[in-house]
T-cell receptor
């Protein structure tokens, strides 16, 4: 069974440009999460989808970030316009159900460098 | 504000030694998870503890959740080079969907 896949694995863009990250969750997983880790900080929650609905987007840093999950399958996270402080690793994760202690499977991450 | 503090931040030991890493918070969590992350990969779940005082063993790894559900520890017995990696703790709450991660303990086990 394929795990959570993310694309691209690495991207380098200039400040002010747009980047779109894609995540394909494990097949059958209704719950999809985005997290990110910026240099020197801990991994932080961005948002959570249940199917195509945003269940919790309390971690989204500002309105330059837009996440979508049309059709409840794959998800995209767009950063527009990108700023230097957006550099970091963006992790996508998925799970069958949500409950405390539920197993969440992480992708390998998309490394974003904004120059 | 960082909710979970992990210590030590870095740890370098030789094969065969024992070690303990800690995950502390002033907040109560409904569950506490430990992950291991290797370079270029995402975090991989090792264990979940949900009951205060709970102890779980995974081969040479022993995980404990504090009685008050505010802290946890991971003990590794007779470390092996394959244990090298970044160990992350993450707390979950019933009231929300987000996992709160610590910064991690970077472990290096040398032959």
């Amino acid at each position: 069974e394929a795990g959570v896949t993310q694309f691209p694995s690495h991207s380098v863009i200039e400040k002010g440009q747009t980047v779109t990250l894609r995540c394909d969750p494990i097949s059958g997983h209704d719950n999809l999460y985005w997290y990110r880790r910026v240099m020197g900080k801990e991994i932080k929650f961005l948002l959570h989808f249940v199917k195509e609905s945003k269940q919790d987007e309390s971690g989204m840093p500002n309105n330059r970030f837009l996440a979508e999950r049309t059709g409840g399958t794959y998800s995209t996270l767009k950063v527009q316009p990108a700023e230097l402080e957006d550099s970091g690793v963006y992790f996508c994760a998925s799970s069958q159900r949500w409950s405390p202690g539920n197993t969440i499977y992480f992708g390998e991450g998309s490394w974003l460098t904004v120059v | 504000t960082q909710l979970l503090e992990q210590s030590p931040q870095f740890l370098s030991i030789q094969e065969g030694e024992n070690l303990t890493v800690y995950c502390n918070s002033s907040s109560v969590f409904s569950s506490l998870q430990w992950y291991r992350q290797e370079p270029g990969e995402g975090p991989v779940l090792l264990v979940t503890v949900v009951t205060g005082g709970e102890v779980k063993k995974l081969k040479r790894l022993t995980f404990q959740f504090g009685d008050a559900r505010k802290d946890s520890s991971l003990h590794i017995t007779a470390a092996q080079t394959g244990d090298t990696g970044l160990y992350l703790c993450a707390g979950g709450r019933n009231s929300g969907y987000a996992l709160n991660f610590g910064k991690g303990t970077s472990l290096l086990v040398t032959p």
